[in-house]
T-cell receptor, first 111, second 113 residues
Framework: RKEVEQDPGPFNVPEGATVAFNCTYSNSASQSFFWYRQDCRKEPKLLMSVYSSGNEDGRFTAQLNRASQYISLLIRDSKLSDSATYLCVVTRGAGANNLFFGTGTRLTVIP | DAMVIQNPRYQVTQFGKPVTLSCSQTLNHNVMYWYQQKSSQAPKLLFHYYDKDFNNEADTPDNFQSRRPNTSFCFLDIRSPGLGDAAMYLC????????????FGPGTRLTVT
C-alpha cells in the first residue's frame, strides 16, 4: 500500500464551483499533514498545513480525520488561477521530519 | 528574492556522462533535500542533509551522490546517467525546529540523450 494515496483526477470544474479532494495515508504515526500546490513544470509550494481541528484559509478548507487516516481539501468559488495539481503530504511518522508526497490531484477550472 | 536557487534550470547530458546539479539557499536552513520527480509522479526523496549529516534513502541508487560543502550549497552528482534518470530534480530546504514546511527551488529538468 502506498504511503499516501490520492485520486489523480483530473477534476474539471467550472468557475465558481466547489470542489473537494481526498487523501488517505497509511502510517498511523504520521503527525503533520499538508496540502501543496504544484503548477505545471514548476516546484511544489505549500498551500496550507492541516490541523486536527480543521482549518480554513480564505476559500480553502482542510480537514483531518486521524481515526480514518483521511485528509481533505475543499476549494470554494473556484478561480481559473486555482488550476494546478494538489499534492497531499504527510510526515513519515512520529518525530520524523521527512515528507511523503502523494501523486497529486489535477484540477482544471474552466471559464 | 529567490530563496532556493537551482542551476541549471535545464540540463541535457549524454547517456553515461556524469552530471552535477547545483542548489543554493539564502535561508540559512539546516536541512537540505534532493527529490526526483518524474512526470505524473510524486516527488521521491533521494537523500537529505541535516547540517553536515548525510542521510541516504534506502532505495536511492548508488549512481546518485551528494555533497554539501557548506550551509548554503548542496550538489547532486549523477555518476552515469541512464535514460531512466531523466526527470525533474528538486532541491528543498527546511529550518530545524517544529515546522516541517519545506521550501522548494524551481527544479532542474534533466534530459538524457
Amino acid at each position: 500500500r502506498k504511503e499516501v494515496e490520492q485520486d489523480p483526477g483530473p477534476f474539471n470544474v467550472p468557475e465558481g464551483a466547489t470542489v473537494a479532494f481526498n487523501c488517505t495515508y497509511s502510517n498511523s504515526a504520521s503527525q503533520s499533514f499538508f496540502w501543496y500546490r504544484q503548477d505545471c513544470r514548476k516546484e511544489p509550494k505549500l498551500l496550507m498545513s492541516v490541523y486536527s481541528s480543521g482549518n480554513e484559509d480564505g476559500r480553502f478548507t482542510a480537514q483531518l480525520n486521524r481515526a480514518s487516516q483521511y485528509i481533505s481539501l475543499l476549494i470554494r468559488d473556484s478561480k481559473l488561477s486555482d488550476s494546478a495539481t494538489y499534492l497531499c503530504v504527510v510526515t513519515r511518522g512520529a518525530g520524523a521530519n521527512n515528507l511523503f508526497f502523494g501523486t497529486g490531484t489535477r484540477l482544471t477550472v474552466i471559464p | 528574492d529567490a530563496m532556493v536557487i537551482q542551476n541549471p534550470r535545464y540540463q541535457v547530458t549524454q547517456f553515461g556522462k556524469p552530471v552535477t546539479l547545483s542548489c543554493s539557499q539564502t535561508l540559512n536552513h539546516n536541512v537540505m533535500y534532493w527529490y526526483q520527480q518524474k512526470s505524473s509522479q510524486a516527488p521521491k526523496l533521494l537523500f537529505h542533509y541535516y547540517d553536515k549529516d548525510f542521510n541516504n534513502e534506502a532505495d536511492t541508487p548508488d549512481n546518485f551522490q551528494s555533497r554539501r560543502p557548506n550551509t548554503s550549497f548542496c550538489f547532486l552528482d549523477i555518476r552515469s546517467p541512464g535514460l531512466g534518470d531523466a526527470a525533474m530534480y528538486l532541491c528543498a530546504t527546511r529550518a530545524s525546529g517544529p515546522s516541517y514546511e519545506q521550501y522548494f527551488g524551481p527544479g532542474t529538468r534533466l534530459t538524457v540523450t
